[in-house]
């Protein structure tokens, strides 16, 4: 124990010693660390911000489009999405649960004087319960006031603010296409931007019913969105909702669909093992230079073994075996390992929260991240330390102490 005290003690020594050549040894395995640590944590945060923003888009929905403007082989114009194709749906399918109609378009609103371009959505209340999308204020309309097709509305964030702008809009009345007035019921809580750069909060929902009373809908409905009673049974409900689909549209057997059935899950899916690849190749490379850092350590160590030749023929000739004089350089080695190391996860993790704040996305470090990419670079170091090691222990006592 006391022979264990005094090598960590010299290899302390040896260290502080030259603190500017011990600073240069250890910069490498930092820097290799640290690029580790963040390079992942910023992989899982883009990723983690990518699968957020997809899933906003629904998780366990289908959503059935209209090929509107497509004809099949046999030149057949498609049908558009309408009430026959949501009753049916309702009606007939085992697996849904839910079935949202919904219809889109862009038109200018006004309130108090100022007036903004933006997308009116038509569709029933289930909407928000399907996208779990919270509401900063007041609350969504119900299924009477669709059926009624009462003139009330939910603005998104953005034309609430771009409208009302510190005002509260809750019962005020906005003007929809210059003739439609419509009494503000809610406003959604923001989402922010998509990953296309589009304002998820641009739009105003109003009861389908009303929309459709007002405004009309000639050319059918935008999509009609499908919810599973299960989330095990989406497959089920998408062959089970194309049958009746194709049965509505009259679409004979091996015809061409006038309608997509897709899932954003599909999405989210593919998007999930991009990421995972792309973090993947970003470790890779900030794992090489863990390796430069180990290198580096080994040259310094080199170099050290070499001006230090006479003190090692010394402490070998008073009776020092070469087994003490290598576990003396392993431990100079370790000291500059766990310092290199130590370093490199606290700037690794400061560095992963910082970009993470700046670029506005979750901070994820992962505590296996932290801890293996520690281990590795403290292991990397000894392990270069080793061959310096292995030279001083050989070193001929007579050799080392005739050498100037």
């Not at 929902?205 to 095990?232: A, K, N």
């Not at 995972?276 to 430069?292: E, F």
């Amino acid at each position: 124990m006391l022979m264990r005290s005094e090598t960590l003690t010299m290899a302390v020594q040896v260290l502080v010693r030259k603190p500017g050549r011990s600073a240069l040894t250890v910069l490498g395995l930092t820097i290799g660390v640290a690029a580790f640590i963040a390079m992942v944590s910023f992989g899982q945060g883009a990723r983690k911000s990518v699968i957020s923003q997809f899933e906003a888009l629904g998780s366990n929905i289908l959503k059935v489009r209209s090929r509107a403007n497509s004809k099949d082989a046999l030149n057949r114009p498609a049908r558009p999405l309408s009430d026959e194709d949501v009753s049916a749906l309702q009606r007939e399918s085992t697996a849904l649960r839910t079935v949202v109609p919904i219809v889109r378009r862009a038109v200018d609103v006004s309130a108090g004087g100022t007036t903004q371009r933006t997308a009116l959505q038509g569709n029933t209340a289930a909407y928000t319960k399907l996208h779990s999308w919270e509401l900063a204020a007041g609350g969504m309309f119900d299924d009477l006031e669709d059926q009624q097709a009462k003139k009330v509305c939910v603005l998104g964030a953005t034309p609430a603010t771009v409208l009302f702008g510190d005002r509260d809009p809750l019962g005020a009345t906005i003007v929809i296409g210059g003739k439609l007035p419509c009494r503000v019921v809610g406003v959604l809580a923001a989402k922010g931007r998509s990953i296309g750069g589009s304002d998820q909060d641009d739009f105003v929902m109003m009861p389908l019913h009303t929309f459709v009373l007002f405004l009309g809908v000639p050319d059918g409905y935008q999509s009609i969105e499908l919810r599973p009673s299960d989330p095990s049974w989406i497959e089920s409900a998408r062959a089970e909702s194309m049958e009746i689909l194709r049965r509505t549209h009259r679409i004979d057997q091996g015809a061409a669909d006038d309608f997509d059935i897709v899932s954003p899950d599909d999405v989210t899916r593919a998007a999930d093992q991009t990421s995972q690849i792309l973090t993947g190749l970003l470790a890779g490379i900030a794992a090489v230079s863990l390796l430069v850092g180990g290198i580096g350590i080994m040259n310094i160590q080199l170099v050290s073994v070499a001006e230090r030749t006479q003190e090692i023929g010394i402490r070998a000739a008073i009776g020092a075996s070469p087994a003490q004089i290598m576990t003396q350089f392993l431990a100079e080695s370790c000291m500059l390992s766990g310092v290199g190391s130590g370093a490199g996860v606290a700037i690794g993790l400061l560095t992963a929260n910082v970009v993470a704040n700046a670029m506005h996305w979750p901070s994820v470090v992962s505590p296996s991240a932290v801890v293996g990419s520690g281990l590795f670079g403290f292991g990397v170091g000894v392990v270069f330390g080793y061959i310096p090691a292995l030279r001083a222990a050989r070193l001929d006592p007579i050799v080392a102490l005739r050498r100037e």
